[in-house]
């Protein structure tokens, strides 16, 4: 039996995002790795609904990759997800997902401080770019044809008339 490396990752916004994902191949290039994902559900998020469903969206995208994932949604409060989580008999270490600080409520509380203070393991912090909304673009309404241009209002005054 090969032995494999665990890690512990908790993400919520940024659970699909490329950096995390680079993250997790470049765990999973050095030796075979597991990735457990924890998803807290919290309110500001969409709650438990919202939690299920980035989830399951995190982890095709995860296992599309060719990693070895599986998940689970935590607690609202992402310090006690992760301790609930957290088994040190199973993980060798947690990787923390968040946005930018001047975007994330985690980074402000100190989240991945936090975690490694309560769990003594070693924590790496990932920063992931917002996901970007696809904008849905239609073509311009045809313009109708009229013998008036926009600028014909200027010659309706100003003739004198003989």
Same mark, same amino acid.
């Given at each position: 039996m090969t032995w494999k490396r665990n890690f512990l990752v908790v993400a919520n916004v940024t659970a699909t995002s490329d950096e995390l994902l680079a993250a997790l191949k470049a765990r999973a290039a050095g030796e075979p790795a597991t990735f457990t994902l924890v998803i807290p559900a919290t309110p500001f998020a969409g709650g438990r609904a919202a939690a299920v469903e980035k989830l399951n969206s995190a982890l $095709?995208?995860?296992?599309? !990759?060719?990693? $070895? !994932?599986?998940? &689970?949604v935590g607690n609202s409060d992402p310090c006690v997800a992760v301790t609930e989580a957290w088994d040190p008999t199973r993980y060798d270490e947690i990787i923390v997902s968040t946005l930018p600080m001047r975007f994330s409520k985690w980074l402000h509380a100190g989240l991945p401080e936090r975690i490694a203070k309560l769990t003594g393991a070693p924590v790496t912090?990932?920063?992931?770019?917002?996901?970007?909304? &696809? =904008?849905? &673009? =239609?073509?311009?309404?045809? #313009?109708?044809? #009229? !013998?008036?241009?926009?600028?014909?209002?200027?010659?309706?005054?100003?003739?004198?008339?003989?």
């Open positions: $095709e995208h995860i296992r599309s !990759a060719g990693l $070895e !994932a599986e998940g &689970t912090h990932v920063v992931s770019h917002p996901p970007r909304p &696809t =904008v849905e &673009t =239609v073509p311009p309404p045809p #313009h109708e044809e #009229h !013998a008036l241009g926009p600028l014909s209002v200027l010659g309706w005054g100003g003739h004198k008339r003989s």
